[in-house]
């Protein structure tokens, strides 16, 4: 049975190991058992699942993880929470520890290797500090991803799910809601870790697509598109595209294709949809000089 997940035990297993939190990985570990059982709820693992868990620090999540799933891949980076886990998961057999940085490893080859490019789950209490480049990652890889259910600062899951509008949205939300449905299911105290992060916490879960719900004919000039639309949010999407790297096109043809779009000039990319990037970006790579 799980024994992490409380303060007691946690604090326990790291003063047996004197270990040191390491700001550089920004760890925060869950001691609230509903959470840690919330989240594995969310996630909806089952015995017929392989989970990749990303950051398993000393093993809390992981302990549930073991005991709802298959089998489990667990990566962490940091190499001084090995001897820990080794000793927190020596009870679970379905469980695999790899220490190595998530964003370095060719997750395709591990994925194909251990479970035959089979679809799995990620479940994850993510670093804080590296989020959006470990989500992205996990898409831009395109791997077998059934779900992603992992745990974020709060801003960051509001911003995944915006719509066009708001002050929040922006290439995150669009390259989220591309690759998958996004859906906060819990909202998380700083109370519920040790060392208590200075923000609000929330398990977010994304449900891959089985179809992209846009056709674009080049999905990295897409995010390109998107990208040079945020970078400089006050710009005018002429203004923001006109130089941006990788974007061949002259200005005066950008503001030919934002018209025919039936946009007005001053339109700014915070107001476009999914839909109308994908529109923008095609249009634009018909037009790319060589």
């Known amino acids: 049975m799980a024994r992490l997940g409380n303060p007691g035990n946690t604090i326990a297993v790291l003063e047996r190991y004197g270990f040191s939190f390491q700001k550089k990985y920004g760890q925060n570990f869950l001691i609230d058992r509903q959470i840690l059982e919330g989240i594995i709820d969310a996630a909806q ?23 709802a799933a298959k089998e489990v891949l667990a990566v962490e980076v940091d190499r001084h929470l090995i001897p820990i886990l080794e000793d927190t998961l020596s009870s679970y057999s379905n469980v695999e520890v790899i220490c190595q940085d998530i964003l370095k490893l060719d997750l395709i080859r591990l994925v194909e290797e251990k479970n035959g490019g089979r679809p799995i789950k990620v479940v994850a209490n993510l670093p804080y500090y590296i989020t959006t480049p470990i989500i992205m990652s996990l898409f831009e890889s395109h791997l077998p991803l059934e779900s992603i259910t992992i745990m974020v600062q709060k801003e960051v899951a509001d911003r995944m799910q915006e719509k066009p509008g708001s002050k929040d ?3 995150l939300s669009l390259a989220v809601q591309y690759y998958a449905r996004p859906e906060v299911v819990l909202q998380v105290s700083s109370s519920a870790f040790i060392p208590r992060p200075k923000v609000g ?13 846009v056709d674009v004919s080049d999905e990295a000039y897409l995010f390109q598109v998107i990208r040079a639309s945020f970078n400089q949010r006050r710009k005018t999407l002429v203004n923001g595209l006109k130089n941006a790297p990788g974007i061949r096109v002259p200005r005066e043809q950008i503001a030919q294709v934002i018209e025919a779009m039936g946009l007005p000039a001053t339109v700014r990319g915070e107001t476009l949809t999914l839909e109308q990037f994908a529109d923008l970006s095609n249009r634009l790579k018909e037009k790319e000089q060589p």
Request: aromatic share 8%; charged share 20%.
């Open 201 to 213: 916490s929330a398990v977010i879960r994304l449900i891959s697509h089985k179809s992209h719900p």
């Open 45 to 67: 693992i089952s015995r017929e699942d392989f989970v990749l868990e990303i950051g398993p620090g000393i093993g809390t999540l992981t302990q549930y993880l073991c005991e």
């Open 169 to 171: 949205y922006g290439a």
